[in-house]
């Protein structure tokens, strides 16, 4: 290419880079407990896409997104799940989790000194129906 059309070129790509750079915001945040406690690698997940990030082990996360409505979804093993609502305009944007303890309850169960494992019973089952292959 030419000296003279690769400037102008070059600066169109650069101009444009730096237009949408400018659309972009960065959303960050920290995910702790009801006590204040750090939740370290919580899964933070753009609800309705593939994008999300892991916090880091002070419970810190950031995701670079274009402008526009998000609904951010935090999740962490033991503790409810958490939705906000954020507006990406192109600026900063803080979205800090604070997560409840998931309450649970199991069902009673017995244990028996010397009863066969329940997982046998199981696999009997899947062994009747599994399909054998053909033999000839």
Known sequence: MNAHILK???LLVVTCLSYFQLLAGKISGKVTDEEGNILPYASIVIKGTDKGTTANNEGKYFLFLEAGEYTICCYYVGYEKQEQSVSVTGGDVFAGFRLSVRKSTM????VKAGAEDPAYEIIRHALRKRILPETG
Do not use: E, H, R
């Open 8 to 10: 102008p070129v070059s």
């Open 107 to 110: 069902a009673p169960f017995i």
